[in-house]
Every structure is written in structure tokens, then in C-alpha cells.
């Protein structure tokens, strides 16, 4: 695990192991110790998992609880979420508000991030943009991640709460789509 600091946000990964490991980001992020595996069952009611069933953005509000209990990302592959479903039902549940894909598999797709995307997005959101950028540098395409994210990214930082993100979020998504 990297090294903690007293804002350091200990990231968890329950990876479903759906991916090529050599593509995997998720292993990428376990492999040069950015975060630590975990099982389903190791999932705890204050995690903040994150997770597109839920219903309440990721906001700096939760920085707190991301700090004392940690922040989980479960990797499963997109075109069968369902089967995520356990993981991603377990602990307190945060989605993340939009953002575009930069991977190689979704670039320029709404909300189709991969896990270190998501987790890069999560820590930038909770206020721990050195952390965040750490993370995303682990792919040649972290950059590009931030760079057409940044305004968004920017926005949802600031906000106080969940529905602080979700009224930016509709800003965002009126400019871009009327």
C-alpha cells in the first residue's frame, strides 16, 4: 500500500478478475500498491463503494468517512454489471456524477469508466487531487483523462453535498445536450 498520510484515502479494489490482467486497470492499481484487494465478504457497511446503482452522488461530504473507512471500487466488466451486483450493493454506495471515458475501450463514452478512472475521479471529488493524479498516472491515458474532465471535475469538488453534484451535473448536461 502507498503511503499513507493523515488525508490519505485508503482505496480497496473487488475485482471480479472479468478482464485480461494485462489490460486490467484494476490490477494495474493493486499491482504498484495504489490500493489493496478485497473480497466481497470483506466489504464493510462504511466503505464508500461506488457504484451506478446508487442514487447518491459522491460529494466532498463524504471525504470523511472515504478517510477513517475507505473507498472501494469494484471491478466488473460493463457488459455484465448485473453480475457485480453483491459487491456493488454492499457498504454505503456513492455514484459517480458525469464524466467521459478516456480508456481505450470507452474513450469519449459517457459515464463508461474503467475502475482506475472511476477511483481517480473519486479521490479528485473528495479533495485528494494528489492522490487521484498518482493513480490516474499509472495509464498513459490518465493525462487525457483529467484534461477533458478538469471543468467537471473542478465543479463537483466544490460542491458541498450530493445535490450539490447532481445540480451541477444537470448544468453540465444541459450546456453539453440543451
Not at 463503494?49 to 469494484?74: Q, W
Not at 457485480?84 to 458525469?98: E, H, I, V, W, Y
Request: charged share 20%.
Amino acid at each position: 500500500m502507498s503511503k499513507q498520510t493523515s488525508t490519505s484515502i485508503n482505496v480497496f479494489i473487488c475485482n471480479f478478475h472479468t478482464c485480461n490482467p494485462k489490460k486490467c486497470t484494476a490490477t494495474r492499481i493493486v499491482k504498484f500498491r495504489k490500493a489493496r484487494e478485497i473480497r466481497i465478504n470483506q466489504i464493510k457497511s462504511k466503505h464508500i463503494v461506488l457504484t451506478p446503482f446508487s442514487e447518491i452522488a459522491l460529494s466532498p461530504a463524504d471525504k470523511e468517512n472515504a478517510i477513517n473507512y475507505g473507498l472501494v471500487g469494484v471491478d466488473c466488466s460493463w457488459n455484465n454489471i448485473e453480475n457485480g451486483r453483491n459487491a456493488l450493493d454492499k457498504g454505503t454506495g456513492r455514484s459517480l456524477p458525469f464524466l467521459v471515458a478516456a480508456n481505450p475501450n470507452n474513450y469519449g463514452f459517457p459515464s463508461k469508466l474503467s475502475t482506475l478512472e472511476a477511483i481517480g475521479a473519486a479521490l479528485y471529488i473528495l479533495g485528494n487531487k494528489d492522490q487521484s493524479k498518482d493513480i490516474l498516472s499509472l495509464v498513459s491515458w490518465g493525462v487525457e483523462f483529467l484534461k477533458i474532465n478538469q471543468e467537471y471535475l473542478d465543479s463537483y469538488s466544490s460542491a458541498k453535498n450530493s445535490k450539490e453534484v447532481v445540480k451541477k451535473q444537470a448544468k453540465i448536461m444541459k450546456d453539453l445536450y440543451g
